[in-house]
């Protein structure tokens, strides 16, 4: 088996060592907050990433605000290849340690980069969804992180359903039309009425500065709102598979897709192809 790894860049991996509270946290509610994991390079170095990312958009990016949203919510997915800032933290940050922590796995795979970017006054939510069932990949050791560069406040932020990852994988759908355009109709269950049953699910979410993240389970439930006027929120979300992850091909365009990898990895194969290189530990 070949061990695929990032090129060598002029800086190291930097550990972040997470206490046991942390930890068992993630595992019961599939989401923790953790501040001050970016320092001031980084973040500098992030910013001009996603900037870099906006001026060159790449096939896979998309508007996902409506023609009339007075702000406008852009996308893009799997950059960071041509995108030396994304790389750089990718790899060199603290996040391959903290994933592998998290995950409690051996190793730590980049999956892939997602830029998510709400222009002020931006009225799109994000509904409630969880990402494993848009994906091509099964096992339970993963995790995304959520970091924005811009100060996010609790009306804007991300909104997790505790314990939510536990193992149900609900319908996945169009985000602005509701279609099923992943799994067939009635293949999964479809989601609950969340908001209107607070007892029933309890709700997490943090007010973040730049240098805080969220890490969420890709099973974990999760919405926002969109963002006041004079609010900018560019986050950029960064997502890690650990030990038991394996290719789960499907018949139809994943989101997002990886052309050819089907082609190269048969169903249940470990992700050790150079799309998803390994980033913890260092060899």
């Avoid at 500098?44 to 990312?53: D, M, S, T």
């Avoid at 960071?80 to 051996?106: F, G, K």
């Avoid at 190793?107 to 009225?123: C, F, I, N, S, W």
């Avoid at 359903?161 to 109709?185: I, L």
Wanted: with cysteine; glycine share 6%; proline share 10%.
């Amino acid at each position: 088996m070949t061990t695929n790894t990032f090129p060598v860049e002029p800086t190291t991996l930097r550990d972040f060592k997470l206490d046991a509270a942390t930890v068992g946290d993630y595992a019961r509610d599939g989401a923790v907050v953790l501040r001050g994991v970016l320092d001031a390079r980084e973040l500098a170095r992030l910013e001009e990433g996603i900037e870099h990312n906006l001026a060159h958009l790449s096939p896979l990016a998309l508007v996902a605000s409506e023609p009339d949203d007075p702000g406008r919510f852009v996308e893009d997915f799997c950059t960071w290849q041509d995108n030396p800032a994304y790389r750089d933290i990718l790899q060199h940050s603290a996040l391959p340690h903290i994933a592998a922590q998290l995950m409690q796995s051996r190793e730590a795979r980049l999956y892939h980069d997602h830029l998510l970017v709400k222009e002020p006054g931006t009225r799109q939510p994000t509904p409630w969804h969880q990402d494993q069932p848009y994906y091509n990949v099964s096992g339970r050791q993963n995790v995304s992180f959520w970091i924005p560069v811009d100060p996010v406040v609790l009306e804007s932020t991300l909104r997790f359903v505790a314990g939510s990852h536990a193992g149900t994988w609900y319908m996945p759908r169009t985000f602005r039309d509701q279609q099923a355009k992943w799994f067939p109709e009635g293949a999964l269950v479809e989601l609950p009425a969340i908001d209107a049953r607070p007892d029933e699910f309890r709700q997490l979410a943090w007010a973040l500065e730049p240098g805080d993240c969220v890490a969420f389970h890709m099973l974990a439930l999760h919405a926002s709102s969109g963002v006041g006027p004079a609010r900018r929120r560019r986050v950029f979300s960064a997502r890690y598979l650990g030990d038991d992850a394996r290719h789960a091909p499907r018949p139809w365009r994943t989101s997002p897709p990886f052309a050819g990898l089907a082609d190269r990895l048969v169903d249940g194969a470990p992700l050790d192809d150079p799309l998803f290189p390994l980033v913890w530990p260092v060899r």
